[in-house]
């Protein structure tokens, strides 16, 4: 009989300590994620770094935060470090474009919310128009462009180039996965040829046009009113606000969104002196301000 008492408070203590650690545990996770105050943030080359820089960041410093700003130079390795808890979140990518890199990597990444999106261009130094019409109406057969070579992005520069009537794409194929392989009906000859999305801007010296996603037109120097024409944006490729799905409700995600919806932020985009009047809006800022995209 004693020993069953001895076994029987042996095993109450075990499971007390055990289910108090998992307690604690979870209570001292929810702790550290809301009271986090050093915050890495992941850029790709282009605005949004800057933007969080003068608007965003001295907002999240008035709160007591310390920002540190981590500047990638492609689209995989920001997403990497984010998994890897090298950083906090990162502000460059498109939710298709996360979901396929989850997919394929097999991490846990959340977009929490949109943010002004400077989206796909057409480029040429060759041919100076100001439209697609006048393009079509100049150009030869025979002509190289230029495409992201990422997945998503470069399906996505070949419903760009359907949409602007360069191109057809197979009506077999799924158009979120298109490749060059795909296009159906290509009036104008055109040879597609994919490159590292860092290299477009340069590729204009032997291309005869490029679709250029517009961060990195911004980065390398070009205006986006200078393409011929732009893309108009779904809400799925706007740029998103990315943590680690453990932290999608930690306070200084909502911290920076409440920055984002400022009047502070709001004054300091539509500023015309800021150049941000061809970024597409969110439908999100476009109820909150009553301004429309242009």
Do not use: H
């Not at 502070?264 to 970024?279: G, L, M, Q």
């Amino acid at each position: 009989m004693k020993n069953k008492l001895y076994t029987f408070a042996l095993l109450t203590t075990v499971f007390s300590f055990i289910f108090s650690s998992c307690g604690n545990a979870t209570k001292d996770s929810k702790e550290s994620s809301v009271e986090k105050k050093e915050i890495s943030v992941g850029f790709s080359p282009g605005p949004y770094s800057d933007l969080f820089k003068k608007t965003i960041q001295p907002a999240l410093e008035k709160k007591g935060y310390k920002i540190k700003i981590v500047e990638f130079t492609d689209w995989v390795t920001p997403n990497l470090a984010l998994a890897n808890k090298e950083i906090d979140a990162n502000i460059y990518q498109n939710t298709l474009y996360r979901q396929n890199f989850c997919d394929t990597k097999g991490v846990d990444l959340t977009a929490t919310f949109s943010v002004p999106t400077a989206a796909l261009g057409l480029f040429s130094d060759k041919y100076k128009v100001k439209s697609i019409d006048e393009l079509k109406a100049q150009l030869q057969p025979g002509g190289i462009v230029s495409v992201p070579n990422d997945a998503v992005n470069l399906a996505r520069a070949l419903r760009f180039l359907r949409s602007i009537g360069l191109i057809t794409i197979k009506s077999t194929v799924d158009d979120k996965t298109a490749t060059e392989n795909d296009i159906d009906e290509n009036p104008f000859q055109l040879k597609i040829v994919p490159l590292e999305a860092a290299q477009l801007p340069r590729s204009l010296d032997g291309s005869t046009l490029a679709v250029i996603p517009g961060n990195y037109a911004i980065s390398s120097g070009l205006k986006l009113s200078s393409s011929i024409v732009g893309e108009t944006l779904p809400s799925e490729l706007l740029i998103w606000f990315v943590v680690r799905s453990e932290n999608a409700n930690a306070q200084f995600v909502k911290d920076a969104q409440e920055a984002y919806e400022s009047e502070e932020f709001k004054n300091y985009f539509e500023n015309p002196e800021n150049e941000f009047d061809r970024f597409q809006r969110p439908q999100w800022y476009v109820d909150k301000w009553n301004i429309q995209n242009r």
